[in-house]
C-alpha cells in the first residue's frame, strides 16, 4: 500500500515552532480526518458512511506551498498547493486547508476552508473570530465568479463552509458552534427559505486534554486524542481501537514526528528556563559584588558571565 497524507507529514522540518503547527494542518488534512470532520459538522454528510465521504472529498485538498506527486492512496492528501484567494483591490488571504467535496445523491458541491487556531480570545487574536469567519466565507463566496459561475447566474453559486478547530479552551469549553445565514419575515406572508444554508461558518473548541475527561462530543473526543501528547504507542492503539483509523505507514509516521514535535517543544521550554535561571544566579551574584573566579568555582562559565555583564552594561 503506498503511503498516504497522514503518514508522510511526519517527516518534515525538525522546528520545533512552525514545524509543529503545519505538521498539525497536514495531519488534519488527511481524508481519514477529513471525513470525520464533515460527518459531525456539516448536515449533509451525517447519515454516510466514513469510507464513502473519503470517496466524496476531492482531489484538490490544498495545503501550504508545495505541490505533491499525485496519485496517492485515497485515504491521503492528493495534492497540495499554497491557496492564495488574490482579488484585485482587495489584497491577499491565505487558508490553511482548502478541498471540494460532493454530495452526489443531491448534487451538491462543497466549497470547503478548514482552520486550525491556538486560540479564539478575542484579547490573545486582537479580533473577534466571528468576524474573520464572516471574511472568509464571504471571500469563498465572491471568488466563485468566473470560476463557479459566469455573469449573472447566480443561482449555481456552490455552498461554502468554514471551519475552525479553536484549541487551547478551558475543561468545560468543549463545543461546537455555527454561524450561519437566517431569513426572516418582518412583514407579510412567510417566503421560503431558499439560500440560508449557503454559507456556513463551524467553529470546533476543543480543550488541551492534559488532566480532562474525554469530551462527550466524538468529533471532539477525537480531535483533542489526535493533537494531544499522548504517548505514540497509545495514540495509535486510541486512533485504531475508538476511531477506525486505519494506520498506514504514512499516518503511523507522522503520528511519531507530532509527538517527537511535542516532546522538543517541552525539552526546548526545559532547556530555556534552566538557562534563564543561570543568567539569573550569576545577575544575582554580580550584584553581590562576586568576583569572577567565585561565580565560576559555583560551575558557571566565563562565556555566561560575559553574557550577563553585556547586559547589565547595556541596561546601565
Given at each position: 500500500?503506498?503511503?498516504?497524507?497522514?503518514?508522510?507529514?511526519?517527516?518534515?522540518t525538525n522546528?520545533?515552532?512552525?514545524?509543529?503547527?503545519?505538521?498539525?494542518?497536514?495531519?488534519?488534512?488527511?481524508?481519514?480526518?477529513?471525513?470525520?470532520?464533515?460527518?459531525?459538522?456539516?448536515?449533509?454528510?451525517?447519515?454516510?458512511?466514513?469510507?464513502?465521504?473519503?470517496?466524496?472529498?476531492?482531489?484538490?485538498?490544498?495545503?501550504?506551498?508545495?505541490?505533491?506527486?499525485?496519485?496517492?492512496?485515497?485515504?491521503?492528501?492528493?495534492?497540495?498547493?499554497?491557496?492564495?484567494?488574490?482579488?484585485?483591490?482587495?489584497?491577499?488571504?491565505?487558508?490553511?486547508?482548502?478541498?471540494?467535496?460532493?454530495?452526489?445523491?443531491?448534487?451538491?458541491?462543497?466549497?470547503?476552508?478548514?482552520?486550525?487556531?491556538?486560540?479564539?480570545?478575542?484579547?490573545?487574536?486582537?479580533?473577534?473570530?466571528?468576524?474573520?469567519?464572516?471574511?472568509?466565507?464571504?471571500?469563498?463566496?465572491?471568488?466563485?465568479?468566473?470560476?463557479?459561475?459566469?455573469?449573472?447566474?447566480?443561482?449555481?453559486?456552490?455552498?461554502?463552509?468554514?471551519?475552525?478547530?479553536?484549541?487551547?479552551?478551558?475543561?468545560?469549553?468543549?463545543?461546537?458552534?455555527?454561524?450561519?445565514?437566517?431569513?426572516?419575515?418582518?412583514?407579510?406572508n412567510p417566503?421560503?427559505?431558499?439560500?440560508?444554508?449557503?454559507?456556513?461558518?463551524?467553529?470546533?473548541?476543543?480543550?488541551?486534554?492534559?488532566?480532562?475527561?474525554?469530551?462527550?462530543?466524538?468529533l471532539i473526543?477525537?480531535?483533542?486524542?489526535?493533537?494531544?501528547?499522548?504517548?505514540?504507542?497509545?495514540?495509535?492503539?486510541?486512533?485504531?481501537?475508538?476511531?477506525?483509523?486505519?494506520?498506514?505507514?504514512?499516518?503511523?509516521?507522522?503520528?511519531?514526528?507530532?509527538?517527537?514535535?511535542?516532546?522538543?517543544?517541552?525539552?526546548?521550554?526545559?532547556?530555556?528556563?534552566?538557562?534563564?535561571?543561570?543568567?539569573?544566579?550569576?545577575?544575582?551574584?554580580?550584584?553581590?559584588?562576586?568576583?569572577?573566579?567565585?561565580?565560576?568555582?559555583?560551575?558557571?562559565?566565563?562565556?555566561?558571565?560575559?553574557?550577563?555583564?553585556?547586559?547589565?552594561?547595556?541596561?546601565?
Amino acid at each position: 500500500m503506498p503511503d498516504t497524507n497522514l503518514a508522510q507529514a511526519i517527516e518534515a522540518t525538525n522546528d520545533a515552532g512552525s514545524a509543529y503547527d503545519t505538521n498539525i494542518k497536514y495531519l488534519l488534512a488527511d481524508k481519514q480526518i477529513l471525513a470525520r470532520i464533515l460527518k459531525y459538522t456539516i448536515k449533509e454528510f451525517q447519515d454516510m458512511e466514513i469510507p464513502d465521504i473519503i470517496n466524496s472529498i476531492g482531489d484538490d485538498i490544498e495545503i501550504e506551498s508545495r505541490p505533491v506527486d499525485p496519485g496517492l492512496s485515497n485515504l491521503g492528501q492528493v495534492k497540495r498547493t499554497d491557496t492564495e484567494d488574490n482579488v484585485p483591490g482587495e489584497g491577499k488571504i491565505f487558508y490553511d486547508i482548502r478541498f471540494t467535496a460532493y454530495h452526489l445523491q443531491d448534487e451538491i458541491k462543497f466549497l470547503i476552508n478548514l482552520e486550525a487556531q491556538k486560540s479564539s480570545d478575542p484579547k490573545k487574536l486582537g479580533y473577534h473570530l466571528e468576524n474573520r469567519i464572516v471574511f472568509y466565507l464571504a471571500r469563498m463566496i465572491s471568488a466563485q465568479k468566473q470560476t463557479e459561475f459566469f455573469h449573472s447566474d447566480y443561482d449555481s453559486l456552490k455552498r461554502v463552509r468554514s471551519i475552525w478547530i479553536c484549541q487551547g479552551n478551558e475543561e468545560n469549553g468543549d463545543s461546537i458552534e455555527e454561524i450561519s445565514l437566517d431569513k426572516k419575515t418582518v412583514y407579510g406572508n412567510p417566503e421560503s427559505t431558499y439560500g440560508t444554508d449557503l454559507v456556513k461558518g463551524i467553529i470546533i473548541n476543543i480543550r488541551n486534554r492534559e488532566n480532562v475527561k474525554s469530551s462527550q462530543n466524538i468529533l471532539i473526543s477525537m480531535l483533542e486524542d489526535l493533537i494531544s501528547q499522548t504517548d505514540i504507542e497509545q495514540k495509535k492503539r486510541i486512533l485504531t481501537e475508538e476511531y477506525g483509523m486505519i494506520m498506514t505507514t504514512e499516518l503511523e509516521g507522522r503520528i511519531q514526528t507530532m509527538c517527537n514535535w511535542s516532546e522538543n517543544i517541552r525539552d526546548m521550554a526545559i532547556q530555556k528556563g534552566i538557562e534563564e535561571e543561570r543568567l539569573n544566579a550569576i545577575e544575582r551574584m554580580l550584584r553581590a559584588n562576586a568576583t569572577k573566579e567565585q561565580i565560576i568555582s559555583f560551575g558557571y562559565t566565563e562565556e555566561e558571565i560575559a553574557t550577563v555583564e553585556n547586559a547589565l552594561l547595556i541596561n546601565s
